[in-house]
């Protein structure tokens, strides 16, 4: 199967939420208290750059959010800093939750639905010292900032956690994202801890706020075989980065890393997941790393990422089958200096949306990724996944064609194929 640019009308359900999906360290700037901040400034970081201003998102909110109106968005997924709202234990700030509060208001004054987003990779420096997510208190530490949140911000949908798995395996098994720990052991009680702190969020929500849904934002990719001998070790890295998620998320049972143990507030008790695909990841017992790169040829994308749009429909039907939630597509999009590119990525990537939908899959919306280009962790500023581009020296934001192109379907709630072909060729 390939799924190419559509070249017939392709319609989406009623109500589908559309719009674009952004994290506060990447957006705001001044984030000096977090963990991530002081990651960038350390010696021998592996960042490029440091996020500093970042596109200043903190004070221009509110024109941003005008500006994704106009452009058709419906939704928008944002994020909150854990570190503003409570700069030590158990202090906190209510500027910063005023500020936050503001930040909602405007997205409704803009009919925009918010998706807010409690925790997006990065942590107060006081969580980090303490032992970050490896701690023995990290989610007690998690439950009470959530209900500080549940108490004060008010939202349709909340997302707990992004990519959870990605933390624990770059930050905490590897030494690309803080802690830097770089202990394989740590892996396991990393994600336990991740689990347990959704559940927890999860209680406090449901207390505080019995109307909104909640949900758990994961990083999925189709995880292939190479070859017959990979095939289990292919289904070990599955169940270790996404399938320990969606049993979680089913039974409330956290699996497959010794005992199981039965997590409060996880299963059952969630309204929806989220799905944030870029790309498969192919196991190869006999490559390095046991993941094979791109073979030479095939279209990839600035991080390296190779386009397979057919995986989409994969991760997506797997995530409803195995969690039996309802699916939004929480991050999906591409970094390219080629703005044709991301009109197809687009136009092939909602295909496979659609096509996940008539297989079965309950698919209720999509956010691209990102609303504008930003800060790419430790990639600096280099990568350009926006739909609108920004002026580092002045902050100036100017849609790309791209971003126009969305803005069709956004309206229409559907691909047209001559809209298509006009981008492409323009």
Not at 111 to 127: D, G, K
Not at 275 to 301: C, F, H, L, S, W
Not at 338 to 361: P, S
Request: with cysteine.
């Amino acid at each position: 199967m390939t799924i190419e640019v559509p070249t017939e009308r392709i319609a989406f359900p009623d109500g589908f939420a559309w719009g674009s999906a952004a994290c506060a360290h990447q957006t705001e700037g001044g984030n000096w208290n977090s963990d991530w901040w002081e990651w960038e400034h350390r010696p021998g970081t592996p960042c490029i750059e440091v996020s500093g201003d970042a596109i200043d998102h903190y004070n221009r909110y509110d024109s941003d959010f005008e500006l994704l109106a106009s452009l058709g968005h419906n939704a928008h997924r944002f994020g909150i800093e854990w570190a503003r709202i409570e700069p030590e234990p158990g202090e906190i700030s209510k500027a910063a939750l005023d500020h936050y509060a503001r930040v909602i208001e405007s997205l409704h004054r803009n009919n925009l639905t918010p998706f807010m987003t409690l925790h997006h990779f990065s942590s107060p420096r006081w969580f980090a010292a303490e032992g970050g997510w490896a701690s023995e208190t990290a989610v007690d530490r998690f439950r009470r900032f959530a209900e500080v949140v549940a108490k004060r911000l008010e939202v349709p949908f909340v997302c707990t956690i992004n990519e959870p798995q990605i933390v624990a395996q770059i930050g905490y098994q590897g030494t690309g994202f803080p802690p830097g720990a770089g202990e394989n052991y740590l892996f396991g009680p990393v994600t336990r801890n991740f689990i347990a702190s959704h559940g927890a969020a999860v209680e406090v929500f449901k207390e505080h706020q019995p109307s909104a849904q909640i949900g758990l934002v994961l990083a999925t990719a189709d995880y292939q075989a190479a070859n017959e001998e990979s095939v289990k070790l292919r289904d070990r890295v599955h169940h270790r980065m996404v399938g320990v998620y969606h049993d979680a998320l089913r039974t409330g049972v956290f699996t497959g890393f010794g005992d199981d143990e039965e997590l409060r507030g996880v299963g059952g008790t969630s309204d929806f997941v989220g799905v944030n695909y870029y790309t498969r990841t192919v196991i190869d017992v006999n490559e390095r790393g046991n993941a094979q790169m791109p073979k030479p040829g095939a279209e990839t994308t600035q991080m390296g990422y190779e386009v397979v749009p057919e995986c989409f429909v994969t991760v997506l039907k797997l995530a409803h089958e195995k969690t039996g939630l309802p699916v939004y597509v929480t991050e999906n999009g591409i970094g390219t200096d080629d703005d044709h590119q991301r009109v197809r990525f687009i136009a092939r990537h909602l295909t496979a949306v659609r096509q996940a939908i008539d297989e079965g899959a309950d698919v209720r919306g999509y956010m691209y990724w990102c609303p504008m280009d930003n800060f790419e962790w430790t990639f600096g500023f280099s990568r350009t996944f926006g739909l609108i581009a920004v002026d580092r020296t002045t902050f100036e934001r100017t849609p790309k064609p791209s971003a126009s192109y969305f803005a069709e379907i956004c309206r229409a709630n559907a691909i047209d194929p001559v809209v298509t072909a006009s981008y492409l060729e323009s």
